[in-house]
């Protein structure tokens, strides 16, 4: 089963885990084939079980392999975390795999596309916030209330090329007001890519203790749940 989960990926994508990793752990093993299809789907799952690669080495595989986007469509995953200490680590963390898949590619002489990682939280400088506007990243790693700062100023049409949105900590949303406004943010993301022909957006949550599970599920899916 491991080695058939693995074929979802490519070749720099594929050698690279079973080099770091060896093996999928389980909720890579169930949760990659619904995320490669596009399906929003919901990991629970204990620290330290792979949770974040699960969501993230399926979008860096389309990311690095997919065709290259516009310059200022360019965006493509959204990683929202409702800690701002977790997000720095996030935008850290996702040095090494990106490190790993591109030196793997090198070796092998296969042609792939480095994704550009950018975080935007209340300390981001005001440089940076201009860069954005101009020079998107593909993966824009945020919290709920910088999102809603994203969405209420100019910069909301570089979310227009956003397809997949990874919520983490899920279950630290779910009850409070503070998760209402994150999904009122995400409608208003599906709003922006109205007529642009692509399927509402993918979302994938990721908790190691949400419950009840349907009703976290219903939270992630919004108006499409």
């Keep these: 089963r491991a080695a058939s989960v693995l074929g979802l990926f490519s070749p720099p994508v594929r050698t690279w885990f079973t080099g770091a990793f060896g093996t999928p752990t389980s909720p890579q093993t169930q949760g990659w084939p619904a995320i490669v299809r596009g399906d929003s789907t919901l990991i629970l799952a204990p620290t330290g079980s792979g949770k974040t690669l699960t969501a993230f ?5 389309r990311l690095i392999t997919g065709p290259v986007p516009a310059p200022r469509e ?7 975390s409702p800690l ?4 720095v680590d996030i935008e850290r963390n996702l040095r090494a795999p990106l490190a ?3 030196a793997e590619a090198r070796r092998s002489g296969a042609e792939i596309r480095e994704p550009m990682v950018g ?4 300390d981001t400088p005001a440089e940076e916030r201009r860069r954005f506007l101009t020079a998107p990243p593909d993966i ?3 919290t709920p209330e910088s999102l809603f ?14 397809d997949t949105v990874i919520l983490d900590e899920i279950h630290a949303l779910v009850p409070g007001k503070r998760g209402a406004h994150l999904m009122l943010s995400l409608e208003r993301l599906e709003a922006l890519r109205t007529g642009t022909g692509r399927p509402p ?3 994938i949550g990721l908790s190691a203790t949400q419950r009840p599970l349907d009703e976290v599920a219903r939270f992630l899916g919004g108006t499409e749940g």
Excluded: W
């Excluded at 360019?74 to 929202?80: F, K, S």
């Design 140 to 142: 824009l790693v945020t």
């Design 100 to 102: 790993g898949i591109s």
């Design 57 to 61: 080495l399926a979008c860096l595989d």
């Design 149 to 162: 700062l994203l969405l209420t100023s100019s910069a909301r049409e570089r979310l227009r090329g956003i």
């Design 74 to 80: 360019r965006c493509r995953v959204l990683y929202v």
């Design 201 to 203: 957006l993918q979302r």
């Design 119 to 122: 975080i935007r939280t209340g």
């Design 84 to 87: 701002k200490a977790l997000v």
